[in-house]
DNA sequence: TCTGGGGTCCTAGGACCC
DNA sequence: TCTGGGGTCCTAGGACCC
């Protein structure tokens, strides 16, 4: 059996934990610059406030009081996803962290009086040791275990805690389940499948295996039998991340190659601090750029390009040096970008990184790497780094993304960037 | 005026091999 | 006019997830 676990209206509940005024109101979460709403309380999802809406449609809510607005703070939600990831994976032989606010626990050798009282009690335990609410489905398979986390957060008469341990609760969970609230029915799949007259999950597993497979391949084919209790998505091995991103959108709209250059420096750089923190290294650099894709009224162009290295690397000076060669050759004038973005990809571990024949300075790429790191030790305090090349952001330019609601950091400290400054 | 960020997997089709 | 058969590997793009 698995059992997944899932924080209620995660980033809302992280926020309640430190501002406990905002319990029983209508709260939202913002993304980046306040863009758009990326989390919601129960309150605001009740006033109709879909996933993803743009802020300035619904600030006219907050002006007048109703509404709850938090801008984004990752490094608390971080902090607070790993105090109850801890909690569950203490609790179990075997736990798969699937997202900062889910984990699944894999049940088995556990015997089934145990199990009855273990997933209360630990979702108990979650709530009274980190102030996070958190729902639990237990199913035979991943798929029926994230509907039974559903069921465990919409009826109150689950105490939270939900399990499809039977033909006959299987039946009832996939009829009262809308086909696009399935694992792997997303907004592509669902309209076409409502067409052909597939409006539940129960309608989609009485459907001929052919026609599944006919339609849907292999990936339909496997939800197919997951909602049937036959386990497709297996426990996962651990494995290595295959690429890293960093990618923003701005503020306001960029024209400038130098401004961009900046931006994109950056963001390589804070690929390359990822690579080294893993012991990782990687040899495919794609830069992409975006224009405002909502202004109809302006030219659109969304380019992008990838250069290869010789040398898997892990260097700042190395990895910045690629993103902006590959960026010189996509980027064009007269043009208002407002996105931008890095991948380090084919991801290699950094003792396995081999070097060419021909072409290539073991003594720089030492020096490179020697530099990287001591930069990296200088910079460990604080979030904005001290060290940086000078073609990234110069330390006194004042951060550009708005964040005109963020709470505090509650749980991780401010003291040694302050000590620094 | 204002619209997020970061991943994975699968498949089709092209390039290349003999 | 008419142009094989079989295989692998890689990549771009599309779908999905949170």
Redesign the pocket.
């Known amino acids: 059996m698995y059992a997944l676990v899932?924080c209620n209206n995660?980033f809302v509940s992280c926020e309640r934990v430190f501002r406990p005024q905002l319990e029983g109101k209508a709260v939202v979460v913002l993304?980046?610059?306040d863009?758009?709403v990326?989390a919601r309380s129960n309150e605001s999802k009740a006033m109709g406030i879909k996933?993803?809406t743009?802020?300035?449609q619904i600030?006219h809510l907050a002006a007048n009081g109703r509404l709850e607005v938090c801008s984004s703070n990752h490094i608390l939600y971080k902090d607070m996803s790993s105090r109850v990831m801890s909690i569950l994976a203490d609790a179990v032989p075997r736990i798969e962290i699937?997202?900062?606010?889910?984990a699944f626990l894999v049940l088995d050798g556990i015997p089934e009086d145990k199990l009855a009282v273990l997933c209360p009690s630990l979702r108990a335990k979650v709530w009274k040791w980190t102030g996070i609410p958190v729902s639990i489905g237990i199913a035979p398979t991943k798929t029926l275990a994230?509907i039974a986390s559903h069921f465990a957060k919409k009826y109150r008469g689950y105490n939270g805690v939900c399990a499809i341990d039977s033909v006959e609760r299987r039946q009832k969970a996939l009829s009262m389940t809308p086909i696009e609230d399935?694992?792997?029915?997303?907004?592509?799949?669902?309209p076409t499948l409502r067409e052909a007259g597939v409006f539940t999950a129960l309608d989609y597993v009485r459907r001929p295996e052919n026609w599944i497979r006919e339609h849907y391949?292999?990936?339909g084919l496997?939800t197919w039998m997951e909602l049937q209790g036959t386990v497709c998505v297996e426990a996962e091995t651990e494995?290595?991340?295959?690429?890293?991103?960093?990618?923003?959108?701005?503020?306001?709209?960029i024209e400038s190659e130098d401004e961009i250059s900046m931006k994109v420096s950056d963001?390589a750089a804070?690929c390359a601090k990822?690579l080294r923190k893993e012991g990782t290294a990687a040899s495919d650099i794609t830069v992409f750029l975006h224009t405002?894709r909502?202004?109809k009224d302006l030219e659109q162009y969304f380019p992008?390009a990838?250069i290869?290295l010789d040398t898997a690397a892990s260097n700042t000076q190395e990895i910045v040096s690629a993103a902006l060669r590959v960026l010189h050759t996509i980027f064009r004038p007269g043009y208002k970008y407002?996105?931008a973005?890095v991948?380090a990809g084919?991801i290699i571990p950094a003792d396995a990184v081999q070097a060419p024949l021909f072409g290539f300075n073991p003594e720089l790429r030492e020096k490179n790497d020697r530099l990287s790191r001591i930069m990296d030790s200088v910079n460990k305090k604080g979030d904005s780094p001290l060290l940086r090349l000078a073609s990234q952001k110069p330390v006194h330019y004042a951060d550009d993304?708005r964040r005109g609601h963020c709470s505090g950091r509650y749980t991780t400290s401010w003291d040694e960037l302050i000590e620094i400054k």
């Not at 290595?240 to 709209?253: E, G, I, L, N, P």
């Open positions: 899932d995660f993304s980046n610059n863009g758009c990326v996933m993803g743009p802020y300035y600030s699937y997202s900062i606010d889910e994230k399935v694992w792997g029915v997303g907004r592509r799949l669902a391949m292999l990936h496997r494995t290595a991340r295959k690429s890293v991103c960093t990618s923003r959108s701005f503020a306001d709209m963001f804070q990822i405002n909502f202004r992008s990838s290869r407002k996105k973005g991948i084919n993304s």
